[in-house]
């Protein structure tokens, strides 16, 4: 079984590619006229195709038709209009503009913001002088740790009056026994 043919050739796909781009490079001034040439065209195609065209050549299709909603009409207050219609430039230009309705359960009637606070993020700048500044700090911290910690000089405690003292307790001894 063979493909179906559109306009005589194989590829229809492709061949409904180059009626879409002949169609929109050979603009019709009248909306009406444009309306009928596209509705044309589709049902030529599936009524030899037997489905819809791909859903790429549709949207094509679909902007040229919008073409005065899309292009032509540079109004910012488009949105005033009874079914707004804006083009994706405008579109990505009002949603910057606008906030998220999740930043709303944060705020009170008063407008004021009740959420917790939540502490900045150090920038990588201030990240490094935190850094310098406390390896700074834990070597003067370290240094003094070691002196305080360093075994210190040897003093010797066998002197001369420490060896007189020797016997001391034996003579405490019998000074007690001569008492009692």
Known sequence: ??????RG????????????T???????????????????LIDEYVAEVGVRPKPQQLERLTDYLMYEDLEGDRRTN???DEYPVLSERQL????DYEYSIDLANDYDT???????PARRHRIAREER??????RQKNRARNEQYRRDTSPGPVTPYATEPFVQAGGQADRWRESLSVIH
């Open 22 to 40: 002949d169609i929109i490079d050979n603009f019709i001034v009248d909306r009406g006229e444009r309306v009928r040439a596209v509705a044309a």
């Open 78 to 80: 488009k949105t005033t």
């Open 110 to 116: 008063d407008g004021r913001n009740r959420t917790k």
């Open 1 to 6: 079984m063979t493909k179906p043919a559109f």
């Open 92 to 95: 990505a230009r009002r949603q």
């Open 129 to 134: 002088f935190v850094d310098k500044l406390s």
């Open 9 to 20: 050739r194989k590829d229809h796909t492709a061949e409904f590619e180059r009626a879409v």
